[in-house]
């Protein structure tokens, strides 16, 4: 089985500054990574998605995430964050054993940018 | 074009009642996923169809949790005799389908319905 660990529960950062919001994952099979945000009163957006290739995936809004296989880790940054960043982060897997179908999620790193 | 609808988008209910909750994918995505997410925590999967056919029901947590896809399309997930440990939020989401290499397409996610079982 897989399981997704995101230790920060909260990140507090002045706007304007970078930011990085970590995850790790377990998983015995490949599998493919994502970031999702949620934004209040709303569903749940793709930030980017990590499948095969470069490492380094770039996705809408700025962020960026690294994919790092020895250390099992698909960190989450932004080199300057906005206020209008402030929302629920959440890093999730797909793994082989499954088709890539099904999305196992963390618990989710709430980002809070303030002036 | 139009999203992922979910409804109702808030639901109340007392113990013992059964809910159906509705999905509407976006138009043509031939994949529709289910889950549950508890305060706190990230979504949990439920269960996932291609087409009308259920492919995998192994995060259903009970027998009193069932979904249909009757047509392909819109999808409902029904919950029998509710139970307050059944409050979440439920949410749904589809994708265009499997590529014939295997790749996983993004699933766009709806807005949820809040469940709550008194």
């Known amino acids: 089985a897989q399981s997704v660990t995101q230790l920060d529960s909260q990140v507090p950062v002045f706007e304007e500054a970078p930011v990085e919001l970590r995850c790790n994952y377990s998983?015995?099979?490949?599998?493919?990574l994502f970031w999702y945000v949620q934004y209040p009163n709303q569903g749940l957006q793709l930030l980017l998605k990590?499948?095969?290739?470069?490492?380094l995936v770039k996705g809408i809004n700025g962020f960026e995430a690294e994919f790092n296989k020895s250390q099992t880790s698909f960190h989450l940054r932004k080199p300057s964050v906005h206020i209008s960043d402030t929302a629920e982060y959440f890093c999730?897997?797909?793994?082989?054993?499954?088709?890539?179908?099904?999305?196992?999620f963390g618990t989710g790193t709430r980002l809070l940018v303030s002036p | 074009g139009a999203g992922v609808s979910q409804s109702p988008r808030y639901k109340v209910t007392k113990r013992g009642q059964d809910v159906a909750l509705r999905c509407d994918p976006i138009s043509g995505h031939v994949s529709l996923y289910w889950y549950r997410q508890a305060l706190g925590q990230g979504p949990e999967f439920l269960t996932y169809f291609n087409y009308e056919a259920q492919q995998d029901k192994s995060g259903l947590p009970n027998d009193r949790f069932s979904a249909e896809r009757p047509e392909g399309s819109i999808s409902t997930l029904t919950i029998q005799r509710t139970e307050q440990r059944d409050s979440a939020m439920y949410r749904c989401?589809?994708?265009?389908?499997?590529?014939?290499?295997?790749?996983?397409?993004?699933?766009?996610f709806g807005p949820g319905t809040r469940l709550t079982v008194l």
């Open positions: 998983s015995s099979v490949s599998v493919y």
């Open positions: 989401a589809s994708s265009k389908g499997v590529t014939s290499g295997g790749a996983s397409d993004t699933q766009y």
């Open positions: 999730a897997v797909s793994a082989l054993n499954t088709g890539f179908q099904k999305l196992v």
């Open positions: 990590y499948l095969s290739g470069s490492t």
